[in-house]
């Protein structure tokens, strides 16, 4: 696990989007899990920017989100079909149909979660598994709780998940209560994995994970076991780690060869 700490979320998020470039210039089929919600925003912009200047395309690409509010069509603008169009798609060279996002709509969940696992499987697994983490600590829809070993399954969500989401309603009985999401033991599967967090709101959840025990308590904490995890902080995310310093000094030799 590598914590990469910036002094704002502007460059932390730029920092990450030249890794994904990099690896899309690498190999222009790699396979991305991509995750919504306000805090990997920037680095779309980031990564918009660099196919706007040609500096890399996705023409190639293939894409498979994280998770998808159960209920919602993808039509709906907080479906996270729509934010992900969007957000990047509209302003990407990417095919729409190289795009995967649950749905939301599926007459039998169980089976939309199967199959989404076996699309990502036989297209070779994820690449690059970009994450947000909740403040309490939980990655994609892996509320506290959850097994480490989950795969993609309907989640409920917690009183507190449903309150941080609320802002993006007109009020907070509109956020569903389930979403189907990839789980703790997929987005392990990835390859790489790039978690972004930003402002103090999110300090007690990196610190949980990045230096707290392994548990279902904070799900973000599993990827202390990843083989190549990847944590992009500003400052104040990063405030309560207690080896900041030591990581801050050590993520520049390891973005050099990263």
């Known amino acids: ?7 704002t979320k502007e460059e932390a998020s730029r920092k990450a989007a030249e890794m994904i470039t990099a690896a899309v210039k690498k190999n222009p089929k790699v396979v991305l899990g991509l995750a919504t919600g306000s805090t990997p925003v920037p680095m ?8 706007k200047a040609k500096k890399v395309s996705y023409k190639q690409v293939r894409t ?3 998770d998808e509010y159960w209920g919602l069509p993808g039509t709906h603008d907080q479906s996270y079909r729509y934010f992900m169009d969007k957000n990047l798609f509209d302003f990407i060279d990417i095919k729409k149909s190289n795009t995967h996002v ?7 969940w169980r089976k939309e979660c199967a199959a989404y696992e076996a699309q990502i499987k036989k297209a ?9 983490i909740g403040s309490d600590g939980h990655i994609a829809f892996n509320e506290p709780g959850s097994s480490l070993a ?9 009183p507190q998940t449903i309150k941080d989401n609320a802002r993006f309603f007109k009020k907070a009985a509109d956020v569903p209560q389930h979403a189907l999401s990839m789980g703790v033991g997929s987005i392990m599967e990835a390859k790489k994995v790039i978690l972004l967090a930003f402002g103090k709101n999110k300090a007690a959840a990196v610190a949980a994970a990045v230096e707290g025990g392994i548990s279902q308590y904070c799900t973000a904490s599993a ?3 990843h083989q190549d995890a990847w944590f992009f902080c500003d400052e104040e995310a990063a405030s309560k780690l207690k080896l900041k310093k030591y990581y801050a000094w050590r993520a520049e030799g390891e973005l050099a060869r990263a």
């Open 124 to 132: 070779g697994g994820i690449d690059i598994q970009v994450l947000g």
């Open 102 to 108: 649950l749905n939301g709509l599926a007459k039998d």
């Open 1 to 7: 696990m590598e914590i990469v700490i910036c002094k």
């Open 44 to 51: 779309y912009k980031e990564m918009a920017k660099a196919v």
């Open 64 to 66: 498979w989100n994280l």
């Open 150 to 158: 989950s795969r993609t399954r309907m989640v409920s969500l917690t």
């Open 223 to 225: 990827l202390q076991m």
